[in-house]
DNA sequence: TATGAATGAGTCTTCATTCAT
DNA sequence: CATGAATGAAGACTCATTCAT
């Protein structure tokens, strides 16, 4: 097997474990006897324990802050709300696209260790900062009502986390992908006048 | 020393150390050396490094649930988006006033294992349903827009969350605590037809 | 309470708890718990868990070689085989009376340590030898027939103790006390010539 | 070093620790320092300290079990009491070429827990009831004496635990382990009629 | 590249014993 | 005499990582 390949393989194989057992639950030896590779081997492709699930987890956050575009207020754009709402459906895609990483996102990154905690503070600190940045944007437009930015993005992102994790874990109950971005944007209402929101619905 | 008062110490020392090292980096080393004692004294008043952890949470999982009122439609009560956000502002005044347990709620008890995870599912379950009902209830009352009421419970929730993981964190960019219940309610008017919201804003 | 009186009472919880937890398994908490005595008592009356033990030992100990008598050849005497049957009467007899020091001395007295085991060593010795001088007496009086006096002390003694263990362990299966004791001695038939167990059968 | 090798080494140092030192008094420090193998090592291959001391004496167990032949009464076998003798010799023989094992079995096996001593009840249950099918046997040839079979079995099989014990210990004052089971043998004279032993002696 | 035997630092937990009140 | 809170030495076991083949 080429050296790609089987990197790959260990990879995923850590992923699904990771995610079922979590990250100190976890033992090399869980991923190893997953991916039917000797001891030596993992050591091969990987530095440690610790360095695979970092690569895991940069790869998807990388992944996910991707989906982020910047409002574009050009003529010739899409309604700025509208880009909004793009954004939240895109991250919405990933997130739910691979729940075992959502589950390693919200349950086994956090709390792992100062290291990693900076790590997510930075990521999460990152994408508030975008919503606050277009939050803002809004307000200086018109569309976004008087309130604290930076309190509003982190309800932002709190209540897109939720969601995502409550649908990755429980299936069920959940509308699908893209009623559930609609709701979340219904949700966000709340920030923005009433105006900015007119001819939203009939849209696609 | 009497029993309770050094079962209080060695406790409020776990607290501090689980809050700052997190559960996993925490010895039972370290919460002795906090405290001052010997190894066997931790277990005297402990089971297990495990079981001290589980103390600490279901008390404060306890207090937070004890914060919730179900909404009053009697005559004489309150107006219902005031009594919500009375639920908000006091689960909020918990969460803010103990950080070291939010930390260790939002951080530290998140993906520890199997039980845990069961733990806090059922405790937000909870807290989630309550919300549910009461977004429910403002939806046959004409107060709450036509919603998944699933959808917006979580968002609340997650809003909280985010927002108070915020505060925890770093104090300084954040409004006080009333400010910021006042924000996140602001941020619920998402889900409020705007004729329910009258009047809440000149009430002290 | 007197002192007397406490620690014998001590001593006896001390006795029923290590006959059933067995040595090891028995903590200083169980006995002071039978007792219903502090943790401190116990060691105003004992010098260590250790030494408790050692004292119910000994007592028994004592109190089992008490019972052989030396076999008497006056003129006077009971005939020595009857002696012998005497002997080996009234060990069986404290031995299947307090089952539960029995019970210690063949199971949790056995490969305590070096101590304890030079210990009984001692006393099985001394056991032994007595058998060892009985048997070379009858020996020399034509009453038992040519054999290694040693091999067949040792026997006796092995039987003894093997047939005490089963009735202590189950009193189901087994003869009663008395029975018992004719039977071993019918197997120690063995080492007598005929002629000296006649007329042994009809005495009461 | 192959891993059935590095194993079997550790097992008999493990042996030689229990022998000398006993179960309790034994580390997994002595063990493996006995090895000289590092404590990972240990565990690579023995799932606990107690598993080890399992191994060593199921084996030894299956290894005492499996010198008893039942006694065979067809016309070309060897007369009933010297097969009963064989089986003596058989036995002795593996008693007394492994006294680390047989100092284990008599001296650390005993009294250690529940589950161990139901162990040893059932193997030492076992070798009573061959023994005693075989005076039963012999009561109905007219070969043993009429007796309690039971309680027989069980002073034989006393008889003979004693004697391997004084063996095993002090290799001094005993004689060999031919000469040995013919006093053995000798001393169960009680349970046969003087018939059954008629042209024993002169037998090789 | 691949293997898997070997390593040993690090943790939790128990329990006999002491001693201040 | 009695109490029971406090002690700390000791020991079993885990698991990430290394390295000779």
Redesign the interface.
């Known amino acids: 097997m080429e050296r790609t390949a089987r990197r790959e393989q260990v990879l995923a194989c850590a992923r699904s474990v990771f995610s079922r057992r ?4 976890t033992t090399v030896s869980d991923i190893i006897e997953e991916a039917g590779v000797a001891r030596g081997t993992f050591y091969l492709y990987f530095k440690s324990k610790r360095s695979i699930f970092d690569e895991l987890l940069d790869e998807y956050l990388r992944a996910i802050l991707a989906q982020v575009r910047r409002v574009d207020l050009g003529p010739a754009a899409e309604p700025p709300v509208r880009q909004v709402l793009g954004n939240v459906e895109r991250i919405l895609a990933v997130l739910l696209e691979s729940t075992e990483m959502s589950r390693i996102l ?8 100062a290291d990693f ?1 900076r790590k997510l ?1 930075e990521f999460y600190g990152e994408i ?1 900062k975008l919503a606050q940045g277009s939050l803002r944007l809004g307000q200086q437009m018109g569309l976004v009502r008087d ?2 930015v ?3 993005a ?10 995502v ?2 649908a990755s ?1 429980g299936p069920g ?3 699908d992908q893209r ?2 971005s609609r ?2 944007m ?6 923005f006048v009433p105006a900015a929101l007119a001819g939203l619905e009939d849209q696609p």
């Open positions: 979590g990250y100190h639950a919200f349950h086994e990154a956090v709390g792992l260790d905690d503070a508030v309130c604290d930076r309190v509003a982190l309800c932002i992102v709190g209540a897109v986390k939720e969601v994790d409550a874990a109950a959940l509308p009623a559930l709701e979340i219904r949700f966000l209402d709340g920030v």
